[in-house]
């Protein structure tokens, strides 16, 4: 008997032996998989998703791979879920539940809380990936008891690389930079990237600041996941420059005020949590410095307005490849930068399963306040516009973050944003409303508020971004709850057929987006520099004329199709005589005989961001084709074949030298248009042939003895002439083609204190005055800097013209109500 029970439990344990061999088999660890030790070499995209393929396969049990798309380069976008066997087994039972939390369906704790990891958000900032391996062979590694234990109260997931394209346009670069050895010098070619970094994505776009805006595929594709889960932590893993020690949570003020004590106090929890592993090995540390909470559109602060802990880790690591010399003459390897983001991996974890009730409350928490419409003054905010297309693209945004919204047509008095007064609200047509007291209303709040308190300015990012500034459409808001229809649709009738023509309101982007397509099918288009009136009904200047003269058969049928698909209006004509105003024959009917061909600068020495935001809104947005140009070979490149060439932000080498300015000059005269943006048309009015002049900014020579600056204050001093990007509005000459559409009024983003000298000698077409600031940090020596001037000119040359605007009409391509003017800039040039 006794033998017998010996022989049993042996038999058990011998089983038990077999299957933790299997499993310590199948899974492998990173370095067996690789065949290298993570962080001795850089580790490809391709070759981390198949480790956590292979590690799902190993443990299907533990492991979930949720694949959620692709790269706009064709890469992989996945996110691994992870937990023990009895919580995955239930898997989607939590996912519904944690969402019972958000929308207040469900009351009880009692299950595991979610914790995202992001890696890898900026592809040249790459030890977070490597780290990424650790992590998950951490939490499925058999011996690791741990983590099992932290597994109970977690479901970890873990998106290896946002930025696969990034990633690998980092790596693949380096690896063929390096030789045998890597050299640890730091003025050796491998730490020194070429241009386009792999810091941002395909477009040169930085997806750390396009959480909220979804303009690219890895952002709206990723949100959509989390959308689906909404984790109570989430961390955002970063490098920074390779002579920082590690950043971590608690962030540094500004923090916006929505954020709950709780947000703040769970951050410092965890930053002490680090802390204690960072002490242990004496690494350096810091945190409460740097790293802000305001701008919404961040891997730290979007999920923060989304209830979650939301933090940034910063390891110091930028450009040091495999290994490199830093300040403190130690030699930084990538090792190390991976150990280090690994442990903070686990410390979230740990620190994050130990308090699961509380985030789960506290989370739950957010969401009933949310809901209740309690963590917002305003109440109500309701936009409203003369024609549906800005509403409908407004209306586009707020569903891509889960924001319910509707129509309002009643009456109210309210904060009004056009003149920042209380004011009795005016429906001019169309609206779009929406109430805080929804599930998402606190992220509503944040993202429509007219002015954004700010209780320190020494921000990382933008100040202003208030949706109703952004979309250029007229907002109220509301301190009472008013009650709104739900639901906005576009609606425009399918326009009836034509014989003789189309006239297309021109009022918004939709319709740039028309026009674009009408060209682009070779089709001629005209429009109307003044108003006209034809069967008692009023065109605006910039309206559209299809018609069927000099037009190939099938005019009416594709200019009808691109209308319908848009839903903009086409009102066909039978007849070119107006009632009012010039007739279809007239001079002040101009046409666009062709579309026009478009380049634009681009290479070494252009702004890789700012490239990729022109690149990115021919590519995405206007569906326009554009030739980018490498600005390093521009001595070689006939630029008479083009009829637009577009410099954007750059630090040119001798864009204002002879060389140059004689062959853009010779383009203008020959009838070009040049479109010079931001800091490149400082660069031009450098060079007096230009005509155009940088308005000085004041400034005193004499020092006041009891004045001057201290050492301590540097900072302060800073923030006088800072403005990280506030609102202001521009007052447009409506009379200018470039004003087409746009109602006469511009909100511009101003990122700096440049304006230009208004002139008799070019069209003053956008100037800003006295009262234009309407929201946002600027500093004292800004705002006097920014009293008066013109950010938006056309200078006639020749046959052609100068276009220069003094700011980023496309920022970040979610600054909707600058496309319009860009585009008018593009097309309507009155040859
Ligand atoms: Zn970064």
Not at 331 to 344: D, K, S, W
Not at 361 to 371: G, L, P
Not at 765 to 781: P, Q
Request: aromatic content about 12%; proline content about 4%; charged content about 20%.
């Amino acid at each position: 008997m006794y033998q017998r029970i010996f022989k049993n439990v042996s038999f058990i344990l011998v089983f038990f032996l077999m299957v933790l061999m299997a499993h310590a088999q199948t899974v492998p660890s990173p370095a067996s998989y690789l065949g290298y030790q993570v962080g001795t070499r850089f580790t490809r995209h391709h070759q981390i998703v198949s480790y956590f393929n292979t590690v799902a396969q190993a443990r299907p049990d533990m492991v979930k791979i949720m694949p959620y798309g692709k790269t706009y380069e064709g890469r992989d976008l996945l996110v691994a879920a992870i937990g023990l066997p009895e919580n995955m087994a239930k898997l989607e039972q939590i996912r519904k539940h944690n969402n019972g939390y958000v929308d207040g369906s469900v009351t009880d704790l009692n299950q595991p809380a979610i914790v995202w990891l992001s890696y890898n958000v900026h592809g040249n900032e790459p030890a977070s990936s490597e780290a990424s391996l650790l992590t998950l062979f951490a939490l499925v590694d058999p011996s690791n008891t741990k983590t099992k234990e932290w597994l109970k109260n977690t479901i970890v997931m873990i998106d290896p690389c946002i930025n696969p394209d990034g990633r690998d346009r980092y790596v693949n670069w380096y690896n063929n930079a390096v030789g045998l050895q890597y050299n640890a010098d730091p003025l050796a070619r491998e730490h020194m990237e070429p241009w386009p970094a792999g810091r941002s994505n395909h477009y040169n776009f930085d997806l750390n600041r396009d959480w909220a805006w979804q303009t690219q595929v890895e952002t709206q594709q990723r949100i959509a996941l989390y959308q689906q889960w909404y984790p109570q932590v989430h961390v955002d893993y970063h490098e920074q420059g390779y002579n920082q020690p590690y950043y971590f949570a608690p962030a540094a003020e500004p923090l916006h005020e929505v954020l709950t004590p709780w947000q703040k106090d769970f951050q410092v929890q965890i930053g002490k949590n680090h802390a204690k592993y960072f002490d242990q090995n004496n690494w350096l540390f810091f945190t409460k410095e740097r790293f802000d909470l305001l701008y919404p559109s961040y891997g730290d602060t979007y999920p923060m307005y989304n209830g979650a802990i939301g933090m940034t880790y910063e390891q110091g690591g930028i450009s040091a490849g495999l290994g490199v010399q830093n300040e403190d003459a130690d030699t930084l390897t990538l090792v190390a930068r991976a150990t280090h983001h690994f442990t903070t991996s686990l410390s979230t974890i740990e620190i994050s399963a130990a308090n699961k009730e509380n985030l789960l409350k506290e989370f739950k928490k957010y969401y009933d306040n949310s809901r209740l419409g309690n963590a917002s003054p305003y109440k109500t905010f309701v936009m409203t516009a003369k024609n549906q297309h800005a509403l409908a693209a407004l209306a586009h945004l707020l569903k891509k973050n889960n924001i319910q919204y509707g129509t309002y047509n009643g009456s109210f008095k309210g904060f009004d944003y056009a003149s920042k007064k209380e004011a009795v609200f005016v429906n001019e047509g169309y609206t779009l409303a929406v109430n805080v007291a929804q599930p998402h209303g606190i992220l509503a709040r944040v993202l429509l508020e007219p002015i954004t308190q700010v209780n320190d300015s020494n921000t990382y990012d933008i100040t202003a971004w208030s949706l109703p500034y952004v979309y250029g459409v007229h907002g109220y808001a509301s301190k009472e709850a008013l009650s709104i229809q739900a639901g906005f649709e576009p609606n425009q009738s399918p326009a009836a057929p034509a014989q003789y023509g189309y006239l297309i309101p021109y009022n918004s982007f939709a319709t740039a987006k028309v026009l674009a397509a009408i060209l682009h099918k070779n089709i001629k288009v005209r429009y109307a520099e003044k108003a006209f009136t034809i069967g008692g009904r009023q065109y605006e200047a910039g309206t559209l004329i299809v018609l069927k003269t000099s037009n190939g058969e099938n005019w009416a049928a594709e200019t009808k199709a691109i209308c319908d698909a848009a839903h903009v209006e086409a009102v066909p004509v039978a007849s070119g005589w107006a009632d009012k105003g010039a007739d279809f024959g007239s001079p002040d009917v101009k046409v666009i005989a062709r579309a026009p061909k478009v380049a634009m600068l681009t290479g070494d020495q252009v702004s890789s961001l700012g490239a990729g935001e022109v690149w990115s809104f021919f590519d995405q947005q206007l569906n326009y084709p554009i030739t980018q140009l490498n600005y390093s070979n521009f001595n070689r490149i006939d630029i008479l074949k083009y009829d637009v060439i577009i410099v954007p932000e750059g630090n040119y080498k001798d864009l204002a030298g002879k060389a140059v300015t004689e062959k853009l000059q010779a383009f203008v005269k020959k009838g070009g248009v040049l479109i010079a943006l931001e800091g490149s048309v400082q660069q031009l009015a450098s060079n007096t042939e230009w005509g155009i002049k940088m308005k000085e900014i004041p400034k005193s020579d004499k020092v006041d003895i009891n004045q001057v600056s201290k050492y301590g204050n540097a900072v302060t001093d800073y923030l006088e002439s800072s403005i990280p990007g506030a609102i202001y509005k521009v007052y447009l000459d409506e009379t200018h083609p470039i004003a087409f559409g746009m109602g006469g009024l511009y909100y511009n983003l101003k990122q700096d204190m440049v304006t230009y000298e208004v002139s008799n000698d070019y069209w003053n077409a956008g100037v800003i005055k006295k009262d234009s600031h309407v929201a946002g940090f600027a500093g004292v020596k800004a705002k006097a800097a920014l009293q008066e001037g013109v950010v938006i000119g056309v200078k006639e040359i020749g046959a052609g013209k100068l276009v220069f605007m003094a700011d980023d009409p496309i920022f970040r391509n979610f600054w909707e109500n600058g496309k319009l003017i860009l585009s008018n800039a593009i097309f309507f040039n009155g040859k």
